[in-house]
């Protein structure tokens, strides 16, 4: 297989909450991560990795793998410790920093303004139920764009908005409704056309795009009915997140499922318009699984209300695919499932991707000689870098791959346990340790592929 363009930006991830530590150093606010309650035995995100500490070392190391790309999050409250008003000069000196690191390193910074961190002000004021949100979005980007903007080529807007909206907590626990979750996505989507509609007026040279997770949903059989569940599944899991900032409207097949379940958004005067006015340049997306879906016809009179495990009756019901092996964690493993989903992707929008996170979660340990040997995450890397870049071979304009993540740091919901880094850091769950930051046998690989330009 021949080797990808020689600008292709070979880049790594992190976000913000999850990296940084310094939860409430140097002004800044809490987000919602540093308020929500975890699970026990599960490390809380005041220190994480330390990145706020170590980022200077951590971007050296970056520079030794060959990175030409370090994909990050800005917290929003680091900039606005109540998420609007008053800027902390403290964290836009931080990212100065970070950024004018890797830029001396020879390293783009890829910037991502929002990954799952709402402040937690804004979400006490009704988060993203509240109209507010979006103009305190925008006014937050704002400060991005003029502060930045001189230096960010990439912008991204929402990380991973359909896994918020569809993975809700809040709606699965019974504390919000479906309906209220689509107006909040609803809400999300206006921000983010706003957004883009903005950087688009201030005349940057960069671009902007959204970035959701996206992964096309196999049909279980070929029966028909389980055709139709897996077009009903990839219209409200992954086109109703990008039909809008690539077309400027709702994927209709998308909408009428949410008529159906009778949880679609109420549109404010003006809001079709807005979402019509904020088409993305890119689409960045991070993927790390298929999904197989089969019609679902249950008892006569259930609710069309969607379940933990992504089904809604009537539609379509989530299986597993006996053709795939899973990870440690249970989340199933397919490669070429990512070229399918390059493909799709590429057809439907004739945009330039960037995949923005790809990787595998668990649980490493320090061998005795010093180094972790991680052949698990060497495969699993091997396998999605050989199928992407048969995927750019066959025609699909892919500008950049980001592994999830440069270094460890803290899971979303599984702490410590899960790491997914390419650098290991002495942490663990309960003992902070002395954080020391240790090259992992996929770190010396992933330099490999970079160096001979993925092959
Ligand atoms: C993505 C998120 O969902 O997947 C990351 O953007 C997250 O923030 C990653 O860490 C892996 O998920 P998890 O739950 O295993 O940490």
């Known amino acids: 297989m021949g080797k990808v363009p020689s600008d292709f930006l070979w880049g790594s991830a992190t976000s913000a909450y999850q990296v940084e ?32 500490h170590h980022f200077k070392e951590d971007i ?16 929003w409250s680091r900039i606005l410790p109540t998420g609007q008003g008053e800027v902390n000069p403290a964290g836009l000196a931080f990212y100065d920093e970070l950024i004018n690191a ?83 996505n609803h809400h999300m989507l206006l921000a983010q056309a706003k957004v883009i509609k903005l950087y688009h007026e201030l005349d940057y040279a960069g671009k902007i795009g959204p970035a959701p997770n996206i992964a096309y949903a196999y049909p279980a059989s070929s029966a028909p009915e389980d055709i139709l569940a897996a077009q009903w599944f990839n219209s409200i899991r992954n086109w109703l997140f990008l039909d809008v900032p690539v077309y400027g409207r709702y994927d209709p097949q998308a909408m ?3 008529q159906a379940m009778q949880v679609a958004p109420e549109f404010a005067s003006g809001d079709a318009e807005i ?96 180094k972790i040997h991680d052949d698990y995450r060497i495969q699993y890397l091997s396998a999605h870098i050989q199928e992407m870049t048969q995927a750019i071979h066959e025609g699909v304009d892919v500008i950049g791959y980001c592994s999830w993540s440069a270094l460890d740091v803290v899971s979303t919901h599984e702490g410590m346990r899960k790491r997914y880094g390419l650098i290991y850091v002495n942490r663990t769950d309960t003992e902070l340790r002395d954080l020391k930051r240790y090259p992992k046998d996929s770190f010396y690989w992933y330099q490999g592929v970079i160096r001979n330009g993925g092959v």
């Open 256 to 258: 009428s499922l949410l």
């Open 275 to 370: 979402l019509a006015a904020g088409i993305c340049d890119i689409i960045a997306f991070n993927y790390y699984n298929s999904n197989t879906v089969a019609a679902n016809m249950p008892e006569k009179g259930q609710a069309q209300t969607p379940t933990a495990d992504f089904s809604v009756p009537y539609f379509f019901k989530s299986v597993s695919n006996p053709h795939l092996a899973k990870t440690e964690f249970g989340w199933e493993i397919d490669p070429i499932g990512f070229r399918i989903t390059l493909h799709e992707l590429y057809n439907r929008y004739h945009k330039p991707l960037l995949i923005t996170e790809n990787g595998i979660g668990g649980r490493d340990e320090l061998a005795a000689d010093g």
């Open 102 to 184: 890797c830029i001396q390193a020879g390293i783009e910074p890829i910037v991502t303004m929002y990954h799952f961190d709402l402040p937690d002000a804004l979400e006490q004021a009704g988060g993203w139920a509240n109209r507010a949100t979006i103009d305190a979005f925008v006014a937050y980007c704002q400060i991005l764009f003029d502060h930045f903007g001189d230096r960010v080529q990439y912008w991204l807007t929402i990380n991973e908005q359909n896994m918020m909206v569809l993975a809700n907590e809040s709606v699965l626990s019974g504390r919000k409704s479906v309906q209220q979750s689509f107006q909040e």
């Open 21 to 52: 530590g310094a939860s409430l150093t140097d002004g800044k606010g809490p987000s919602v991560q540093d308020t929500k309650k975890l699970p026990a035995n599960t490390t809380d995100f005041k220190v994480a990795s330390d990145h706020y």
């Open 60 to 75: 050296a190391l970056f520079q030794e793998l060959g990175l030409k790309a370090y994909r990050f999050s800005i917290a």
